[in-house]
């Protein structure tokens, strides 16, 4: 479980988080939406452990985050963190010496699966296939917790569905939880089990996909939409 | 992906009204095994945890029951099934009379028409 307890962060003078209040449970697959710059990135690298926070607590399984919680918790950053003259199968040895639930034999067969040859340098690929690798080398690692930040963005809707198919594949909801961000609401709604909207650094709304269909008889955008507009209203 | 979805409609009601369907056509049979819940998952494309309700619901309700350590089979209770069966039938023709209501047509013309069609 992931508990952010009136969380807040700032850089200089603008706030990223404006007091986060947040239960996340595991076993699921959250999606977190809204604009840009309503914290979805300091979100996620808050949980990550790899940000510091303001004020505030963040606890994952009743512990606060720290920076040694990078080893437990698979973070997957927006930017390409790689060194670009590594080839995919150095970037998994680098991986293999950084983290020691780095499952070399599962992230091969991520890759496989997302037919990227292993031989291949990161500063060759295409966009598209960075984004298949650097999703190969996360989900290698048998993490309890994956964050990703912004997986599927500039990608195109081909490899977006590859990409969705491969965390289905290869994450175990009995003892894995995955929190992601995106723009593409659309394209992964069907894999998310809840959606925390953010707004202005805060939480706008935090509900169940099945609840959003069945109760407010909208999909998923029209429902953020409108959330969107009453939170502007506010 | 493996299917499409209606976007406004519980994704694991979709799946319950999909796997019945499959039920009435025949395409599953009573006391057929159900795939296990990541195979299924993986084939039409959404999250584990989406498809354990479809099955936690189907064994509400009745349609199918889950043998421990064995998975879930279509129930072979006949009455149920003729239950699923002609529940499905009542709304098709509900929902095929109020599209046609609401046009306008008259009941007689209907029945006429539809006579005529399945001839």
Same mark, same amino acid.
């Given at each position: ?9 700032a850089?200089?003078?603008?706030? !990223? ?12 697959? +959250?999606?977190?939406?809204g ?5 979805k ?5 808050? +949980? ?10 963040v606890?994952?399984?009743g ?15 927006? !930017?390409?963190m ?35 040859p292993?031989s ?17 080398a ?6 309890c917790?994956?964050l ?18 491969g965390? +289905? ?7 894995q939880t995955?929190?992601?961000?995106? /723009?593409? +609401? ?19 709304? /935090?509900?169940h ?7 407010t ?10 959330e969107?507009? !009453?939170? !502007?209203?506010? | 992906?493996?299917? *499409? ?8 009601q ?14 599953r049979?009573?006391? *057929?095994?159900?795939?296990?819940v ?6 039409v ?10 099955y ?12 421990r ?21 009542? *709304? ?6 109020a ?5 306008g047509?008259?009941? *007689? ?11």
């Open positions: 479980m992931i508990e952010l307890n009136n969380v807040k962060k850089y200089g003078s603008t706030k !990223a988080l404006n007091g986060i209040d947040l239960r996340l449970e595991p076993g699921k697959i +959250i999606g977190i939406a604009e840009n710059g309503s914290g990135s300091t979100l996620l690298k808050t +949980i990550a452990g790899v940000s510091k926070i303001g004020s505030g607590s606890l994952i399984d512990k606060p985050v720290s920076r040694k919680d990078a080893e437990r918790i698979a973070y997957l950053p927006d !930017a390409d790689f060194y670009s003259y590594f080839t995919v199968g150095q970037l998994f040895s680098y991986y293999k010496s950084q983290f020691a639930d780095f499952n070399e034999t599962k992230a091969k067969e991520v890759l496989d699966f997302l037919e990227v292993l291949s340098k990161m500063k060759n690929l295409s966009k598209g296939m960075r984004g298949r690798a650097k999703m190969a996360t989900l290698g690692r048998e993490s917790y994956y990703m930040d912004e997986p599927f963005s500039g990608l195109d809707p081909m490899v977006r569905s590859d990409l969705i198919k965390l +289905i594949r290869f994450t175990d909801l009995e003892r995955l929190i992601l961000s995106t /723009h593409e +609401i659309r394209e992964v709604e069907i894999l998310l089990d809840e959606l925390v909207l953010l707004k202005g650094g805060k939480v706008l709304a /935090h509900r996909l099945d609840e959003i269909r069945g109760e008889g909208m999909d998923t955008v029209e429902w953020m939409t409108k969107m507009k !009453a939170g !502007a209203a506010e | 992906m493996g299917l *499409d979805f209606e976007k406004d409609k519980p994704i694991y979709q799946l319950i009204d999909r796997l019945s369907g499959d039920i009435i056509r025949g395409v049979k009573p006391g *057929d095994k159900l795939p296990s990541r195979e299924y998952a993986i084939d494309g959404v999250n584990a945890n989406t498809v354990q309700r479809v936690k619901e189907m064994e509400l309700m009745e349609l199918t029951e889950t043998r350590g064995q998975g879930s089979f279509i129930t072979e209770n006949e009455e149920r099934l003729q239950l699923l069966r002609d529940s499905k039938k009542e *709304d098709l023709v509900k929902s095929f009379i599209n046609v209501e609401a046009y047509f008259s009941k *007689d013309e209907i029945v006429e028409l539809v006579r005529r069609e399945i001839k």
